[in-house]
């Protein structure tokens, strides 16, 4: 396994915790910044612009089918600065669940789509990928208070707002979400356990299942030791998987088979997301979010272009 630092350029700074990038034809990035509850647009230039207040805590992004963005928005956290590095250290004192919302680009205009499931509440929804069936899947990472945690599910989910179901449960906190290049695999990140696991996709929203001891009906591909935490992810065209990676902040790669074949260390410990833009998908973008920063690196390989890119 190879390490290596990070070199790139700062597109942004000031921003509050970002997340979610979105590499955008016209250059431009798009970001949630969870501690505002907002949706920024950052410009090759660097200049901030605000898109939509979207409230609660926006936390993943991604472009549909028709355009809009699709916002998972886990219903706000309560935060800790020290320094001028932030971090989220529970629920938010006027929480009341999370949800899917969806923007217009052109007018800012905010809708929410989904905010149950069968009757029970999205807790804390994280991370989002579309397939090419108009739909998309979407982590709810659970809630985590002093005293117990709210469990979340993967989910699934029509961009129309039609329908939703869960797909997956018993994951401790599951954070990112991604497809491989054919489409039939599913990967999820847990945070707590900094674990990667696979399903196999048999039908739109419905997912393969391995039997006990899984704790999840997932295949584990890889499990990091010592005290890491895994966040968000952005596969590469090869089909390799790049996690966003905590506390040895960083990004780790990992191939479908399970190695650890790298690890770009980050400048700082919360490195929380990377997607794929630029010339031949070879830059990525990545969100350092305790000092509020979007990084933009020359990758050595290229991006797997999403469904809506």
Known sequence: MSRTKLQGKVLASGLAFPEGPIAMEDGSILVVEIQRGRLTRVLPDGELQTVAEVGGGPNGAALGPDGHCYICNNGGFSW????????????ASDYDGGSIQRVNLVTGSVETLYTHCQGVPLHGPNDIVF?????FWFTDFGKKFDDRI????LYYARCDGSSIRRAAKHLLTPNGVGLSPDGRMLYVSETETSRLWRYPITAPGELGQEP???PNGGKLVHGLPGYQRLDSMALEESGNICVATLVDGGISVFSPQGDLLEFHEAPEGYCTNICFGGSNLQTAYITLSGYGQLLAVPWPRPGLRLNNQ
Do not use: F, I, K, V
């Not at 397939?131 to 739909?135: A, N, P």
């Open 131 to 135: 397939d090419d069936q108009g739909g």
């Open 80 to 91: 800790r600065t020290d320094d001028g590095y932030s971090r989220p250290t529970g629920a």
């Open 212 to 214: 006990w001891p899984s």
């Open 150 to 153: 709210m469990l979340g599910y």
